[in-house]
């Protein structure tokens, strides 16, 4: 599941999730709008709020994703 239909099925802010990860908001928009990759340390953090619903899979583009 990507990280932005996590946040959004959810209801949950950018901020209240950064503060669950121990990143800043910016960082969590730069992640769920897909203009940044995350480092391990992120993936292992996101996975752990996420109870596993957002995975480092999730932040590679799709074949269909990648053609566009």
């Known amino acids: 599941m990507k990280l932005s239909d996590y946040l959004t099925e959810r209801k949950i802010s950018d901020s209240d999730?950064?503060?669950?990860?121990?990143?800043?908001?910016t960082t969590v928009w730069r992640?769920?709008?897909?203009?940044?990759?995350p480092d391990w340390k992120t993936?292992?953090?996101?996975?752990?709020?996420?109870e596993g619903a957002v995975t480092a899979n999730?932040?590679?583009p799709t074949q269909h994703e990648a053609a566009h």
């Not at 999730?17 to 908001?25: E, P, T, V």
């Not at 992640?31 to 990759?37: H, I, Q, V």
């Not at 993936?43 to 996420?50: E, F, L, N, P, R």
């Open 58 to 60: 999730d932040f590679v």
């Open 17 to 25: 999730f950064a503060d669950s990860i121990k990143r800043d908001a």
């Open 43 to 50: 993936v292992a953090a996101i996975i752990d709020a996420t």
């Open 31 to 37: 992640l769920k709008t897909e203009r940044t990759l």
